[in-house]
């Protein structure tokens, strides 16, 4: 059944809670099984860069979720903040995600990176909204919650007239995406790490 509700920007003093929900939904992502391949280490790995993630969301961009107790999140990038460079990660907290993830995935992590930067060169480039992540509690996954929280901003990008893209390496969320008006602009297996990458654009509509 369909949750309705209207999403809320992302309080500060709940980052730790939005960052935790977020960690449980991206835990067996594909990027995060290749940084952290223990799944007990994952557990606690992936809430922690959340926190990073969502700092940088509300220092360049806007974060959104439901109200609280917290069951979904959207984190954007403003298209004037058009890279997340190594420099905002560290002004987020990322010391104490390489302290605690050791080098070894961190290693792996700045593998992705490059991968995804070689690939992200290979698409098209515009001014656009990114989704940098976008996280629903997995026992409350199929309720629309993640939808809404797109939605909410795809319109807002609609009547700014700017494009809105992602990255994505979960083949089931495709078509999910699909769904909400986006398209693959590049399907493509990175050199590096081997995994599968899916950049995906949402173009505002043609004005009559």
Known sequence: MATSFVPMR???????????VMGRAAVDDPLFVYVLPDAAQRAWGVPLMMQSVLRIGLAHGEVWTTP????????WI???HPAVTQA???TAGFAEVRATW????VARFYDIGADVG??????PAEPHWYLHWLGTEPSAQGRGIGSTLVRQMTARADAEDVACQLLNFVSRNVPIYEHLGFRVILDTVLSRTGL???VMARQPPVSP
């Open 10 to 20: 992302l309080l500060p003093e709940r980052l730790i809670e939005a960052a935790a």
């Open 68 to 75: 609280p107790p917290i069951t979904g999140v959207a984190s």
């Open 78 to 80: 403003s298209p004037d």
């Open 88 to 90: 905002d990660r560290e």
């Open 102 to 105: 050791g080098p070894e995935a």
């Open 118 to 123: 070689e690939a992200e060169s290979l698409a």
């Open 196 to 198: 599968r990458l899916w």
